[in-house]
Each structure stands twice: as structure tokens, then as C-alpha cells.
């Protein structure tokens, strides 16, 4: 069976053929003008000069050690094949998984079959995705200023514009290095809901050009992290990626990066011990079985029933999905609005958003406080499947039925407001990183990797 169904993860057809032809966002964005990738030197430079070393953020990243180094990949039937987001039906586990031992013994066309998950390495990645916490802390290191030289904000991201999804508040007249901080407190240990692949690698290229005050190994169990605590840099313009090139990769071989598809799938799925297909676990919960739905304080987001394991932040049964994952536990989507927010919550939309979208069925799940689902993937992390869909490094191929000019970039994981399909290993999301698309999707986010011997 084939579904119109973008390859944006979760989001609406409407969004995908009213926005991602228009190029640039119809958003408006008070704090500031869009970057441009002329960009000089000297506007990353201008935080350094007016915020003091003492004055910039500090964060602190606890980072699970994955190891098995040489760990075999294995071939993986791409639910997002066909053109203009057009898939046949995504596997169904236990008996599919879209998992082979390799792309040869996978069934042939029309589905795609991609090799994932080996890397030849240990490596870190980030325990849990980047929290608004931390990425106010970068805002006001990187724009201590507040105009938004490098389009890292817009009106979106506001409580007042959208009450329900906006985590970050903005203000002109603050002091120096003061102008965002986060909209209520429970959004601090949310996960940053608006990212995208450029504001990702500024945010790594702040770490990697940042100073480490402190770096310390633990265990949990079988589980192995380093914690490092970081003072941020307002320099983002070049470090482990170089912004003036839109198609960058690392240019280090040791340092902060935003991982890459087969560190993000082998730390989500493969599992060292061997279980479910292959050595691979169907979710990041679970070597077969959907998990259960989180369920949310309506007022604070935070989960109410970690004891129901497997879990995560996700809608098991999508009413805008014309392909729900068979097997999905009952429940509804988890959702929640600060309940400073009042009686907004359900009226307040963006006035940027186009008509027909600004619809409460259309956004029916809210993200949950990172690692409160309590539910570690093979190596320690959490949240890999659910809560916000989450950039890699990895340049795609230009999907079947598409001729943009901008790169395009895998993203993985599923979202809140989506089924339990898209947190399947099969669900690699493409990315061309649209602003059109980017101010109406509060279910964007990312988490930070390292490699090499970082001290």
C-alpha cells in the first residue's frame, strides 16, 4: 500500500506542498535579520567583544561511551522510499523488522535498502538530545546582542506567539547577553524543539571552540558515560564544521560533532549482546515491541508513568496517519501546555501559519523532560525514539521527486506527534532544511557526539 506521507517525519502533506516550494519563510522574526552564508568572520566574533569569558554559558553534556568497535552493519529497508514522500507499508514487528544481515539478501525495488549501523571506532554521543536549557545558555554566549545575526531564533520559538510550543523568550531591551532565556521553567530539561542542521553544528562548533572546565567517567550498570562541562564560545562560524560550506562534514578528527547516521543508529539499535535481528533492535526501547505512550502532567510535560516499560514520548494511534504501526499499545498522544499559558494553549497559533494548519488535531503531542521516559537504548541513551526527531551530519541522496539546491540531511528518531513506525531503525527522515518549513515543526531537535581522545 503506498501513502502520500511527507518525508518530513510526521508533518502534514499540506505543509510539504504549500511551503517546501516556497524557499524561504513566510515567519517574521523581530530579533533580528536571516543569516546569509557571506556571513564575515567578524559577526561570529562579536559576542567576544562584548561579553565577558565569565559571562558565557556553561553546560554540561554526560556523553555514553559506545564501544564494540568494528561492530558489523546490516542492510535496512528505508520506509521513506518513493517520491514525494510516497513509502510502501514500514515493516511490522516481530515478524518485520526491514532489518537484513545486508542490503544483498534484502528484498529488491521498489523500497530502498540502506547500510547502517557499523562504525570502526569508540565514540561518544549525548545521554540525552540538547535541552532549551542549554541552548539558551549558546543564544546568549553566540548573540550576546540579541540580533540574530545567524537566524539561530525566530518568532516561533515565543510563548506568546505560539503558547503551547514556544520554549524560548525573547527580549530587546535586556542587558547584554540576557536577551533570550527560557519561556517557563518547565521547558528548561525539555529538548530543544526548533533546531535544524545549521543551528545544530553552530551549537557543536561553540563546544569544540569552547573551553572544557571538566571531563569525568562514570557507569551506570552496564553503562559507560564521560560528563563534560563546557564553557561555551560565542565563535561559530568555523571549528569542527566550516558554515561558509554548505555541504560541510568534520574537519577534525577529534572534537564535539553532531553524530552521524551510523553513530546515531548504532548507539539507538545495535545491541553488543546480540539481541533482536541481526544484533539490531527494531526501537530504541525494544528489540521488537512498539513501547508504551508516555503519559504527561497536562500543565508540566513531566511523565507521569515511567514505570510502564518499554516507553516513549510519542501518539500510537495517529488520527492524521493513514498508516499506524500495527501492535501499538492503546493510548493517546502525550501532550501538555504550560499552565501559565491559560486557556491559549488551544487558540493561539502562529499568525504565520497557513490556514487549514493551525488546527489543534494537527498538533496533538508536546515533547516530555529528557530521560524521565527511564527507558536506556542498548549503550545508555535516552529518548532516541520519540519526543523530537533529531539532525545527523550524514548528507542523503536527493529524494526521488525532489530538485532542490540546498543539501539534504538524514534525521532519525520520531516525534511526539507521530506513530510508533517513525521510531522504528527503517524510519530515516530526509531533511533539505527548509525555512518555509522549519517555524510550524516544534519537534526539531539534536544531540551532540564527540570523538577521538577529547581532554
Partial sequence: MRSQRMTLVGLLAVL??????????????????????????STSNESESVLPVSKRGVVTIPMAVVGDPGNPSVGVLQTFSGPKGEFVDPPKPPKETGIYKSCGEAPPAPLSCLTVGGVSYTYGIGEFAVTVGEYVKFLNTVDARGKNLHHLYFDEMSPTVWPRYGSISYSSGAATGEHYSVAYPQWANKPFNFGDFRRAIRFVNSLTNGTIMSHTASSSGAYKYVTYTVRLSPNTEHGMYDLTNPATTRTKSTGFVLPSNNEWVKAAYYDPNHGGTDSYWAYPTDPFDPPHPTKLNPGTGEVLNASEQPLATYNPNDPNSSVDTPGSPPGAAPNWCPYQAGPSCEKVFPASMPE????????????????????????????????????????????????????????????????????????????????????????????????????
Fill in 356 to 455: 487549514g494548519l493551525n488546527l489543534p488535531k494537527n498538533y496533538e503531542g508536546n515533547v516530555s523532560t529528557v530521560g524521565e521516559a527511564k527507558d536506556p537504548s542498548p549503550w545508555g541513551t535516552y529518548d532516541q525514539g520519540g519526543d523530537v526527531v533529531e539532525n545527523l551530519e550524514t548528507i542523503a541522496p536527493q529524494p526521488p521527486g525532489y530538485n532542490f539546491l540546498r543539501n539534504w540531511r538524514y534525521y532519525h528518531g520520531g516525534v511526539a506527534n507521530a506513530p510508533a513506525y517513525q521510531l522504528e531503525i527503517s524510519a530515516f527522515g530526509f531533511n533539505v532544511g527548509d525555512p518555509a518549513i522549519e517555524p510550524f515543526y516544534p519537534w526539531d531537535g539534536f544531540r551532540v557526539g564527540i570523538i577521538g581522545n577529547l581532554e
Fill in 16 to 41: 510539504s506542498v504549500g511551503l517546501a516550494a516556497c524557499g524561504s519563510s513566510s515567519s517574521t522574526t523581530t530579533s533580528g535579520e536571516s543569516e546569509s552564508t557571506g556571513e564575515s568572520e
